[in-house]
């Protein structure tokens, strides 16, 4: 088991109202690597819903509801943008009404891949970092357009 994920103030409340700490460990799905930074956050957080859609700092807010979910790893996009990034990507969350995926790589970096378009942007340099993008509505880094060849987005 790992130990309990660190949140700042501005997420504590959230994250509590959300019903975290959640008193059971979700086990993780075979296809989470045990040593992915990824791993700690769906084994606390896998079940929980933080955030709610709605204006925003900067722009809309969006609600992150926590789970791993197969789909994706026979995804072609997704396949690319892991390739093109070289680093293990893991989903973690759906946001935005499920309109797109949180993922995370092996450096603890968060991205987030659209399924509504050819939409793959780096979301936040830290799990808290995005959260924090996600749910207060603050804007983050450009789009890279999954179409465009050799594009990885700044990293």
């Not at 926590?66 to 990507?89: I, M, N, P, V």
């Amino acid at each position: 088991m790992h130990p309990l994920i660190e949140l700042p103030e501005t997420l504590h409340p959230l994250f509590l109202a959300a019903g975290w700490p959640v008193t059971h460990i979700v086990p993780l799905p075979d296809f989470v690597p045990r040593e992915h930074p990824a791993a700690a956050l769906l084994e606390q957080l896998a079940g929980l819903t933080v955030g709610t859609c709605g204006p925003g700092e900067d722009c809309a807010t969006s609600d992150v509801a926590f789970c791993a979910f197969k789909h994706l790893y026979g995804d072609e996009d997704f396949l690319a943008w892991q390739q093109r990034l070289g680093s293990t990507l893991v989903n973690i969350a759906e946001i935005h009404h499920g309109h797109a995926a949180l993922l995370m790589d092996e450096k603890g970096r968060c991205y987030a891949m659209s399924f509504i378009h050819d939409g793959f942007w780096l979301q936040g340099r830290t799990f808290v970092e995005a959260m924090e993008k996600l749910v207060f509505g603050r804007k983050c880094g450009e789009q890279v357009a999954l179409a465009t060849p050799g594009a990885v987005p700044v990293v």
